[in-house]
């Protein structure tokens, strides 16, 4: 990339680094130029593994044990993060758990309340403690991995579609609030990625030969996506060259729900 920033003194903040569509995120952010802040919250060894890939990219990594479903927890980890890197200069939303494959109607009130806490509670607690160092650090960026699903609803994925589907209105909103400040938020559109939830529930037997025909009716390429694939959007999007982009989302997808 040639002697271009693409990011100011700082890092980008990593929420799911230790996922392997997030490991792999946080990667190309260090290939790009940047220091990197990593949370976990059971993978420690991945994530002290990532921190030590990172370095050898030869950019600074620092790692945070963090629960996104705790407020307290969460204002923490992004002081920690601003005050081990100067300033967090992106905050990446990748955090989420393992989602079962299960029709809205068989989906239990269990389920339910347990994606929301994650990904819609933590995805506005995280942002806003986020922000209000942001707006103290002469703006920033979020980059929210959402669902391809928010363009055509695939069945048995509520779980994870419309938990995101609520913060795409929450990027929006911090898109149109913020900008004032500095402060963009837009949106990668995961599909299905070879990597990370699709591999394991893969191997689990849930995504069988039949779903794969299926599936790839709805594609325009005919192929998975590659989580280096999702990376390189997210580095656009909280990069320099994206500095007029903001409230937007770009489907990385292979044509999904055209």
Known sequence: MGDERLFPEGAALIFGATGGIGRVVALEFARAGSDVAITWRSKREEAESLAREIESLGRRASVHECDVTDTATLDATIAAAAAAHG????????AGPLVAQVFLTETTPEQWRRAIDVEVHGFFNASRAAIAHM???GGGSIVHLGSAGDLRWPDKDGLSVAPKAANEALVKGFAREEGKNGIRANTVL???IEAGMFLELSKQGVFDEEWTREVHK???LKRWGQPEEIGHAAVFL???KAAYVTGQQIAVAGGYGI
Do not use: I, K, Q
Request: aromatic share 4%.
């Open 218 to 220: 709805n594609l325009a």
């Open 238 to 240: 909280a990069s320099s």
């Open 135 to 137: 707006r103290g650090a």
């Open 190 to 192: 995961v599909g299905v």
């Open 87 to 94: 300033r967090v200069h992106t905050m990446v939303w990748g």
